[in-house]
Nanobody
Framework: QVQLIESGGGLVQAGASRKLSCAAA????????MGWFRQAPGKEREFVAR????????YYADSTEGRFTISRDNAENTVYLQMDSLKPEDTAVYYC???????????????????WGQGTQVTVSS
């Protein structure tokens, strides 16, 4: 069964760091372009970061650039999201996403992604 399984969420104070993991099961991660999205209560799911198949190139939303770092370990079939200098507005459910092929849909759109994890809650207290 193909699955993306996120972990590492929790309650943290503003200014702290947290590292999320996304473990892939039933698929070979190196064949997938990977990303992270988040969804806050009452809001649409939004793009956070993405990483190319080899991990050489990474891209971030303006709101996370300079504070978050996406990385991957294809040997471990895992993608990570290191979050530093967390703010209360980072509070959301964080989702891992994968796509095997790139098409015409911008990767900042949820429609561009084929596989999703179940999400992990990150709550940042002020």
């Amino acid at each position: 069964q193909v699955q993306l399984i996120e972990s590492g969420g929790g309650l943290v104070q503003a200014g702290a760091s947290r590292k999320l993991s996304c473990a892939a099961a039933g698929l070979t991660l190196r064949n997938y372009y990977m990303g992270w999205f988040r969804q806050a209560p009452g809001k649409e799911r939004e793009f956070v970061a993405r990483i190319t198949w080899s991990g050489v190139n990474t891209y971030y939303a303006d709101s996370t650039e300079g504070r978050f770092t996406i990385s991957r370990d294809n040997a471990e079939n895992t993608v990570y999201l290191q979050m530093d200098s967390l703010k209360p507005e980072d509070t959301a459910v964080y989702y891992c996403a994968a796509t095997a092929q790139l098409g015409s849909i911008p990767l900042e759109s949820t429609d561009a992604w084929d596989l999703w994890g179940q999400g992990t809650q990150v709550t940042v207290s002020s």
